[in-house]
Antibody
Framework: QVTLKESGPGILQPSQTLSLTCTFS??????????VGWIRQPSGKGLEWLAN???????YYNPSLKNRLTISKDTSNNQAFLKITNVDTADTATYYC???????????WGQGVMVTVSS | IQMTQSPSLLSASVGDRVTLSCKAG??????LAWYQQKLGEAPKLLIY???SLQTGIPSRFSGSGSGTDFTLTISSLQPEDVATYFC????????FGAGTKLELK
């Protein structure tokens, strides 16, 4: 059974760095073709893809945010991470992690974690 | 690549055949997926590669199209299909459309 769960700080101040963790089970990021993606959704709005990391450590970033994003993984502990630097109120959203297999479609999603940026 | 979904809001009756549109700003081949998001839930993958049904998804859902024009069809609308539907292109990076909200008439 594949499950993913996001965790994060809940609230942080502008200019800080947002650190998110995705803890998953039912698959391994060391298995050929496996990947984890991060997606966010401001309340009442659409989805924005942020980044993907693959089993071979290939990484892909949304070009509009690339300078602020860092994705990484800990294969031994079944975790993936996303850092966003220099946050501001526009980064307030629900952040999801999701699994990909070979294609960057997202077949299993976490429940999402709400992040609020406020002074 | 910009993805344009239409309509933004669609009202239909139970049993109706429903068609949702997604247009890409350039050729994305068949690299298109459809997701369903119910209120308060994470999105769910319905269709990938434009017309392949994800495992466990009811057969009333189908996808079609290629190049720049794509369609998600629900052959007979059920009450549990009330949701917002998003398309995603993955030919070049990843981009989602703004969504179509489907409600019951």
């Amino acid at each position: 059974q594949v499950t993913l769960k996001e965790s994060g700080p809940g609230i942080l101040q502008p200019s800080q760095t947002l650190s998110l963790t995705c803890t998953f089970s039912g698959f391994s990021l060391s298995t050929y073709g496996m990947g984890v993606g991060w997606i966010r959704q401001p309340s009442g709005k659409g989805l924005e893809w942020l980044a993907n990391i693959w089993w071979d450590d290939d990484k892909y970033y949304n070009p509009s945010l690339k300078n602020r994003l860092t994705i990484s993984k800990d294969t031994s502990n079944n975790q993936a991470f996303l850092k966003i630097t220099n946050v501001d109120t526009a980064d307030t959203a629900t952040y999801y992690c999701a699994r990909s297999i070979v294609l960057p479609t997202l077949d299993y999603w976490g429940q999402g974690v709400m992040v609020t940026v406020s002074s | 690549i910009q993805m344009t979904q239409s309509p933004s809001l669609l009202s239909a009756s139970v049993g109706d055949r429903v068609t949702l549109s997604c247009k890409a700003g350039q050729n994305i081949n068949n690299y298109l997926a459809w997701y369903q998001q119910k209120l308060g839930e994470a999105p769910k993958l319905l269709i990938y590669n434009a017309n392949s049904l994800q495992t466990g998804i009811p057969s009333r859902f189908s996808g079609s199209g290629s190049g720049t024009d794509f369609t998600l069809t629900i052959s007979s609308l059920q009450p549990e299909d009330v949701a917002t539907y998003f398309c995603q292109q993955y030919n070049s990076w990843n981009t989602f459309g703004a969504g179509t909200k489907l409600e019951l008439k």
